[in-house]
Protein backbone atom coordinates (compact mmCIF):
# COMPACT_ATOMS: atom_id res chain seq x y z
CA UNK A 1 0.00 0.00 0.00
CA UNK A 2 2.59 2.50 -0.81
CA UNK A 3 1.26 4.03 -4.43
CA UNK A 4 0.89 7.69 -4.07
CA UNK A 5 -2.37 9.52 -5.67
CA UNK A 6 -1.63 13.80 -5.69
CA UNK A 7 -4.29 15.36 -4.13
CA UNK A 8 -6.58 17.74 -5.89
CA UNK A 9 -6.25 20.26 -3.06
CA UNK A 10 -4.25 20.87 -0.13
CA UNK A 11 -4.44 19.30 2.92
CA UNK A 12 -7.15 21.53 5.53
CA UNK A 13 -6.65 19.62 8.73
CA UNK A 14 -10.24 19.22 10.01
CA UNK A 15 -12.14 21.60 7.52
CA UNK A 16 -10.70 18.55 4.30
CA UNK A 17 -14.26 16.78 5.12
CA UNK A 18 -16.84 19.78 4.54
CA UNK A 19 -20.12 19.77 5.78
CA UNK A 20 -21.85 17.41 5.87
CA UNK A 21 -19.03 15.65 7.20
CA UNK A 22 -20.51 11.95 6.80
CA UNK A 23 -21.16 12.45 3.06
CA UNK A 24 -17.78 13.31 2.33
CA UNK A 25 -16.66 9.42 3.59
CA UNK A 26 -19.40 8.20 1.68
CA UNK A 27 -17.90 10.41 -2.05
CA UNK A 28 -14.56 8.13 -0.90
CA UNK A 29 -16.75 5.06 -1.14
CA UNK A 30 -17.86 5.87 -4.27
CA UNK A 31 -15.05 6.58 -6.05
CA UNK A 32 -13.03 3.30 -4.38
CA UNK A 33 -15.70 0.89 -5.06
CA UNK A 34 -17.41 2.57 -8.69
CA UNK A 35 -16.10 -0.71 -11.02
CA UNK A 36 -17.73 -2.90 -8.14
CA UNK A 37 -21.18 -1.07 -7.81
CA UNK A 38 -21.09 -0.73 -12.02
CA UNK A 39 -20.84 -5.22 -12.25
CA UNK A 40 -23.81 -6.77 -13.91
CA UNK A 41 -23.76 -9.38 -11.11
CA UNK A 42 -23.90 -6.91 -8.27
CA UNK A 43 -26.79 -7.48 -6.77
CA UNK A 44 -26.67 -11.54 -7.24
CA UNK A 45 -23.51 -11.10 -5.27
CA UNK A 46 -25.24 -9.45 -2.35
CA UNK A 47 -27.69 -11.58 -1.89
CA UNK A 48 -25.39 -14.28 -2.06
CA UNK A 49 -23.09 -13.04 0.70
CA UNK A 50 -26.10 -12.59 2.73
CA UNK A 51 -27.07 -16.14 2.46
CA UNK A 52 -23.81 -17.44 3.76
CA UNK A 53 -23.90 -14.78 6.44
CA UNK A 54 -26.97 -16.06 7.65
CA UNK A 55 -25.21 -20.09 7.49
CA UNK A 56 -22.45 -18.21 9.06
CA UNK A 57 -20.34 -19.59 5.92
CA UNK A 58 -17.60 -16.69 6.48
CA UNK A 59 -14.78 -18.44 4.36
CA UNK A 60 -17.49 -18.76 1.44
CA UNK A 61 -17.25 -14.78 1.68
CA UNK A 62 -13.69 -13.63 2.30
CA UNK A 63 -11.96 -16.77 0.42
CA UNK A 64 -13.59 -16.03 -2.76
CA UNK A 65 -11.81 -12.42 -4.17
CA UNK A 66 -14.87 -11.78 -6.69
CA UNK A 67 -16.66 -11.18 -3.61
CA UNK A 68 -14.49 -8.48 -1.97
CA UNK A 69 -15.08 -5.68 -3.93
CA UNK A 70 -18.84 -6.03 -3.51
CA UNK A 71 -18.58 -6.54 0.14
CA UNK A 72 -17.10 -3.42 0.60
CA UNK A 73 -19.26 -1.36 -1.72
CA UNK A 74 -22.28 -3.13 0.23
CA UNK A 75 -21.00 -3.35 3.80
CA UNK A 76 -17.89 -0.72 4.61
CA UNK A 77 -20.36 2.86 4.26
CA UNK A 78 -22.24 2.04 7.58
CA UNK A 79 -19.27 1.11 9.22
CA UNK A 80 -17.28 3.59 8.49
CA UNK A 81 -19.52 6.20 9.25
CA UNK A 82 -19.82 4.68 12.68
CA UNK A 83 -15.97 4.19 13.15
CA UNK A 84 -15.56 7.61 12.42
CA UNK A 85 -18.20 8.62 15.07
CA UNK A 86 -16.66 6.64 17.46
CA UNK A 87 -13.49 8.00 16.83
CA UNK A 88 -14.40 11.58 17.16
CA UNK A 89 -15.11 10.70 21.11
CA UNK A 90 -12.77 12.66 23.12
CA UNK A 91 -11.50 9.70 24.38
CA UNK A 92 -10.83 8.39 21.31
CA UNK A 93 -9.69 11.49 19.98
CA UNK A 94 -6.62 12.04 22.59
CA UNK A 95 -5.43 8.52 21.75
CA UNK A 96 -5.36 9.72 18.27
CA UNK A 97 -3.14 12.84 19.26
CA UNK A 98 -0.74 10.62 20.61
CA UNK A 99 0.21 9.81 16.85
CA UNK A 100 -0.06 5.90 17.34
CA UNK A 101 0.57 2.73 15.33
CA UNK A 102 -2.81 1.33 15.23
CA UNK A 103 -3.36 -2.03 14.33
CA UNK A 104 -7.13 -3.10 13.16
CA UNK A 105 -7.35 -6.85 12.89
CA UNK A 106 -9.88 -8.58 11.04
CA UNK A 107 -9.84 -5.48 8.85
CA UNK A 108 -9.31 -6.06 5.43
CA UNK A 109 -12.63 -4.05 4.52
CA UNK A 110 -11.79 -0.77 4.94
CA UNK A 111 -14.25 0.19 7.35
CA UNK A 112 -11.75 0.70 9.82
CA UNK A 113 -9.14 2.76 7.84
CA UNK A 114 -11.59 5.33 6.43
CA UNK A 115 -13.25 5.93 9.81
CA UNK A 116 -10.40 6.24 11.42
CA UNK A 117 -8.51 8.45 8.52
CA UNK A 118 -11.42 10.73 9.15
CA UNK A 119 -11.31 11.52 12.65
CA UNK A 120 -7.77 11.55 12.54
CA UNK A 121 -8.72 14.43 10.04
CA UNK A 122 -9.49 16.65 13.30
CA UNK A 123 -6.15 16.77 15.19
CA UNK A 124 -3.58 16.02 11.91
CA UNK A 125 -1.44 18.93 10.55
CA UNK A 126 1.65 19.18 8.58
CA UNK A 127 3.44 19.73 11.80
CA UNK A 128 2.36 15.66 13.75
CA UNK A 129 4.00 12.97 13.31
CA UNK A 130 2.84 10.16 10.99
CA UNK A 131 -0.13 8.37 12.45
CA UNK A 132 0.69 4.22 11.15
CA UNK A 133 -3.10 2.20 10.37
CA UNK A 134 -1.81 -0.81 10.00
CA UNK A 135 -5.17 -3.91 8.55
CA UNK A 136 -4.43 -7.13 9.02
CA UNK A 137 -7.29 -9.98 7.77
CA UNK A 138 -6.64 -13.42 6.65
CA UNK A 139 -7.97 -12.73 2.87
CA UNK A 140 -5.94 -10.70 0.66
CA UNK A 141 -7.74 -6.92 0.67
CA UNK A 142 -4.55 -5.27 -0.96
CA UNK A 143 -6.35 -4.04 -3.82
CA UNK A 144 -9.28 -2.94 -2.09
CA UNK A 145 -7.37 -1.20 0.67
CA UNK A 146 -5.35 0.60 -2.04
CA UNK A 147 -8.12 1.70 -4.11
CA UNK A 148 -9.48 3.02 -0.77
CA UNK A 149 -6.06 4.82 -0.08
CA UNK A 150 -6.07 6.01 -3.65
CA UNK A 151 -9.04 7.74 -2.89
CA UNK A 152 -8.71 9.22 0.38
CA UNK A 153 -5.05 10.55 -0.32
CA UNK A 154 -7.13 12.21 -3.50
CA UNK A 155 -10.41 13.39 -2.03
CA UNK A 156 -8.68 14.71 1.55
CA UNK A 157 -4.86 15.12 0.03
CA UNK A 158 -3.67 13.17 3.07
CA UNK A 159 0.06 12.50 2.61
CA UNK A 160 2.37 9.78 4.12
CA UNK A 161 3.88 12.48 6.50
CA UNK A 162 -0.11 12.56 7.80
CA UNK A 163 -1.13 8.79 8.10
CA UNK A 164 0.92 5.76 6.67
CA UNK A 165 -1.05 2.69 5.61
CA UNK A 166 0.32 -0.89 5.56
CA UNK A 167 -1.97 -4.35 5.26
CA UNK A 168 -0.32 -7.87 6.30
CA UNK A 169 -2.72 -10.79 6.06
CA UNK A 170 -2.42 -13.71 9.02
CA UNK A 171 -5.06 -15.91 10.40
CA UNK A 172 -5.99 -14.77 13.83
CA UNK A 173 -7.07 -17.82 14.89
CA UNK A 174 -3.48 -19.77 14.15
CA UNK A 175 -1.33 -16.69 14.36
CA UNK A 176 2.27 -16.16 13.20
CA UNK A 177 4.55 -14.53 15.26
CA UNK A 178 4.56 -11.58 12.97
CA UNK A 179 0.89 -10.69 14.08
CA UNK A 180 2.36 -11.30 17.64
CA UNK A 181 4.82 -8.62 17.28
CA UNK A 182 2.41 -5.84 15.30
CA UNK A 183 0.49 -6.25 18.76
CA UNK A 184 3.34 -5.84 20.42
CA UNK A 185 4.42 -2.70 18.64
CA UNK A 186 1.17 -1.16 18.64
CA UNK A 187 -0.62 1.78 20.87
CA UNK A 188 -3.84 1.04 19.90
CA UNK A 189 -5.01 -2.72 18.93
CA UNK A 190 -8.83 -2.68 17.78
CA UNK A 191 -11.35 -5.50 17.11
CA UNK A 192 -14.10 -4.62 15.33
CA UNK A 193 -16.23 -6.75 14.44
CA UNK A 194 -14.34 -9.97 14.46
CA UNK A 195 -15.70 -11.85 17.11
CA UNK A 196 -18.96 -13.73 15.97
CA UNK A 197 -16.33 -15.51 12.95
CA UNK A 198 -13.76 -16.12 15.02
CA UNK A 199 -16.05 -17.82 17.64
CA UNK A 200 -17.28 -20.16 15.06
CA UNK A 201 -14.26 -22.58 16.37
CA UNK A 202 -14.06 -21.32 19.94
CA UNK A 203 -11.02 -23.14 20.85
CA UNK A 204 -8.39 -21.43 18.51
CA UNK A 205 -11.13 -18.19 19.35
CA UNK A 206 -9.73 -18.43 22.82
CA UNK A 207 -6.22 -18.68 21.74
CA UNK A 208 -6.64 -15.34 19.88
CA UNK A 209 -7.80 -13.80 23.68
CA UNK A 210 -5.09 -14.85 25.63
CA UNK A 211 -2.66 -13.75 22.55
CA UNK A 212 -4.15 -10.58 22.65
CA UNK A 213 -3.49 -10.87 26.60
CA UNK A 214 -0.31 -11.76 26.44
CA UNK A 215 0.88 -9.03 23.67
CA UNK A 216 -0.84 -5.95 24.80
CA UNK A 217 1.77 -4.07 26.04
CA UNK A 218 1.40 -1.97 29.06
CA UNK A 219 0.13 1.38 28.47
CA UNK A 220 -1.57 0.80 24.70
CA UNK A 221 -5.40 0.29 24.25
CA UNK A 222 -7.42 -2.85 23.16
CA UNK A 223 -10.28 -1.64 21.46
CA UNK A 224 -13.70 -3.87 21.42
CA UNK A 225 -16.48 -3.06 19.43
CA UNK A 226 -19.26 -5.93 17.86
CA UNK A 227 -22.83 -6.14 17.20
CA UNK A 228 -24.96 -6.02 20.31
CA UNK A 229 -27.82 -8.11 18.42
CA UNK A 230 -28.22 -12.20 18.68
CA UNK A 231 -25.97 -12.12 15.69
CA UNK A 232 -22.77 -11.82 18.13
CA UNK A 233 -24.18 -14.48 20.70
CA UNK A 234 -21.86 -17.68 21.16
CA UNK A 235 -23.12 -20.87 22.23
CA UNK A 236 -21.73 -22.71 24.37
CA UNK A 237 -23.31 -26.09 25.55
CA UNK A 238 -26.83 -25.35 25.68
CA UNK A 239 -26.36 -21.57 27.15
CA UNK A 240 -25.68 -19.00 24.51
CA UNK A 241 -23.68 -15.38 25.73
CA UNK A 242 -22.68 -12.37 23.76
CA UNK A 243 -19.04 -12.19 23.21
CA UNK A 244 -17.83 -9.26 25.14
CA UNK A 245 -18.72 -11.37 27.92
CA UNK A 246 -16.09 -13.64 27.40
CA UNK A 247 -14.06 -10.39 28.66
CA UNK A 248 -14.79 -9.78 31.63
CA UNK A 249 -13.04 -12.58 32.81
CA UNK A 250 -9.88 -10.51 32.13
CA UNK A 251 -10.48 -7.56 33.80
CA UNK A 252 -7.65 -7.90 35.77
CA UNK A 253 -5.50 -7.48 32.97
CA UNK A 254 -7.40 -4.19 31.86
CA UNK A 255 -8.52 -1.26 32.78
CA UNK A 256 -11.90 -0.26 30.98
CA UNK A 257 -11.69 3.16 29.94
CA UNK A 258 -14.65 3.40 27.56
CA UNK A 259 -18.00 0.64 27.24
CA UNK A 260 -21.44 0.34 26.57
CA UNK A 261 -23.46 -2.50 26.08
CA UNK A 262 -25.80 -1.33 23.62
CA UNK A 263 -24.93 1.94 21.78
CA UNK A 264 -27.28 3.13 18.36
CA UNK A 265 -25.66 4.46 15.77
CA UNK A 266 -27.51 6.58 13.15
CA UNK A 267 -26.31 8.19 10.52
CA UNK A 268 -27.37 11.54 9.14
CA UNK A 269 -30.46 12.04 6.91
CA UNK A 270 -30.16 12.86 3.20
CA UNK A 271 -26.77 11.41 2.48
CA UNK A 272 -26.14 10.23 -1.00
CA UNK A 273 -25.04 6.91 -1.93
CA UNK A 274 -25.89 4.47 -4.73
CA UNK A 275 -27.15 2.06 -2.20
CA UNK A 276 -29.08 2.24 1.65
CA UNK A 277 -27.05 2.37 4.11
CA UNK A 278 -28.43 0.93 7.73
CA UNK A 279 -28.33 2.32 11.26
CA UNK A 280 -26.54 -0.20 13.54
CA UNK A 281 -26.29 -1.30 16.93
CA UNK A 282 -23.11 -2.15 18.90
CA UNK A 283 -21.52 -2.76 21.96
CA UNK A 284 -17.60 -0.83 22.63
CA UNK A 285 -15.07 -1.23 25.70
CA UNK A 286 -11.76 0.31 25.23
CA UNK A 287 -9.23 -1.26 27.89
CA UNK A 288 -6.44 -0.11 28.56
CA UNK A 289 -3.86 -2.35 29.12
CA UNK A 290 -2.35 -2.96 32.48
CA UNK A 291 -0.72 -6.23 31.48
CA UNK A 292 2.22 -7.32 34.28
CA UNK A 293 5.14 -9.52 33.67
CA UNK A 294 4.70 -12.93 35.03
CA UNK A 295 7.43 -11.64 37.58
CA UNK A 296 5.31 -8.31 38.61
CA UNK A 297 2.03 -10.92 38.63
CA UNK A 298 3.88 -13.25 40.65
CA UNK A 299 5.34 -10.68 43.12
CA UNK A 300 2.17 -8.64 43.50
CA UNK A 301 0.23 -11.81 44.65
CA UNK A 302 2.43 -13.42 47.10
CA UNK A 303 2.63 -9.08 49.07
CA UNK A 304 -1.31 -10.20 49.24
CA UNK A 305 -0.77 -13.20 50.78
CA UNK A 306 1.45 -11.33 53.72
CA UNK A 307 3.63 -8.82 52.50
CA UNK A 308 6.00 -11.53 51.65
CA UNK A 309 8.44 -10.79 48.79
CA UNK A 310 10.17 -13.91 47.75
CA UNK A 311 12.91 -13.97 45.37
CA UNK A 312 13.13 -16.20 42.39
CA UNK A 313 15.53 -16.79 39.84
CA UNK A 314 14.62 -16.53 36.35
CA UNK A 315 15.37 -20.10 35.10
CA UNK A 316 12.35 -20.78 37.63
CA UNK A 317 10.03 -17.84 36.13
CA UNK A 318 10.82 -19.26 32.62
CA UNK A 319 9.78 -23.21 33.72
CA UNK A 320 6.72 -20.89 35.40
CA UNK A 321 5.93 -19.05 32.60
CA UNK A 322 6.47 -22.72 29.98
CA UNK A 323 3.87 -24.71 32.47
CA UNK A 324 1.19 -21.92 31.63
CA UNK A 325 -1.24 -23.43 29.53
CA UNK A 326 -4.57 -20.91 30.05
CA UNK A 327 -5.33 -17.75 31.73
CA UNK A 328 -6.41 -18.84 34.59
CA UNK A 329 -3.94 -21.11 35.35
CA UNK A 330 -1.91 -17.96 36.42
CA UNK A 331 -3.77 -17.39 40.16
CA UNK A 332 -4.06 -21.51 40.78
CA UNK A 333 0.18 -21.55 39.87
CA UNK A 334 1.15 -18.63 42.00
CA UNK A 335 0.88 -19.91 45.64
CA UNK A 336 1.99 -23.02 44.12
CA UNK A 337 5.75 -22.37 42.67
CA UNK A 338 6.58 -20.04 46.00
CA UNK A 339 5.62 -22.07 48.72
CA UNK A 340 8.62 -24.48 48.59
CA UNK A 341 10.61 -20.90 48.13
CA UNK A 342 9.32 -18.87 51.01
CA UNK A 343 8.65 -21.50 53.82
CA UNK A 344 12.27 -21.92 54.67
CA UNK A 345 11.90 -18.06 56.17
CA UNK A 346 8.75 -18.93 58.05
CA UNK A 347 7.62 -19.95 61.02
CA UNK A 348 4.57 -22.74 61.57
CA UNK A 349 2.01 -20.32 62.46
CA UNK A 350 3.04 -17.86 59.66
CA UNK A 351 2.95 -20.99 57.29
CA UNK A 352 -0.64 -21.33 58.70
CA UNK A 353 -1.45 -18.27 57.50
CA UNK A 354 -0.01 -18.25 54.61
CA UNK A 355 -1.81 -21.09 53.64
CA UNK A 356 -5.18 -19.36 54.25
CA UNK A 357 -4.32 -16.76 51.97
CA UNK A 358 -3.28 -19.02 49.21
CA UNK A 359 -6.36 -20.56 49.56
CA UNK A 360 -8.38 -17.35 48.53
CA UNK A 361 -5.96 -16.22 45.58
CA UNK A 362 -5.55 -19.63 44.37
CA UNK A 363 -9.35 -19.58 42.96
CA UNK A 364 -10.31 -19.39 39.47
CA UNK A 365 -11.64 -15.83 38.33
CA UNK A 366 -15.35 -15.77 38.93
CA UNK A 367 -16.84 -14.38 35.65
CA UNK A 368 -20.57 -14.96 34.00
CA UNK A 369 -19.32 -16.84 31.52
CA UNK A 370 -17.94 -20.27 30.70
CA UNK A 371 -13.94 -20.42 31.28
CA UNK A 372 -11.57 -19.98 29.07
CA UNK A 373 -10.78 -23.86 28.38
Request: proline share 4%; hydrophobic share 40%.
Amino acid sequence: MSETVSGASEFRGKDVLGKPQEQSLLNVLRMACAEAMQRPDFAARVQDIKQKFYVRDFDGIFLEPSNLSVYTAQYVPRRALCYYDLFSQPQLQRILQTQPQILCLGAGSGSELLGITAACCQILSDNTQPITIHSQDYADWSPILQSLENAIRYKWNIRPSHITYEFSKDNLLSMTKSTETLIENSQLVTAMFVFGELFADKANAINFVKTIVRCTKPGAFFLLVDSAGSFSSIKVGSNSYMAYMFFDSLKQHFEPVISDDSKWFRHARGLDYPLPIENMRYFLTDREAALLTEYELIRNEVKKMGSLVAEINEDELDALTQSMRSVEQKMALVYTVFRSSIYAHLSQQEISQTNDAASVYSEPFQTNCPPFD
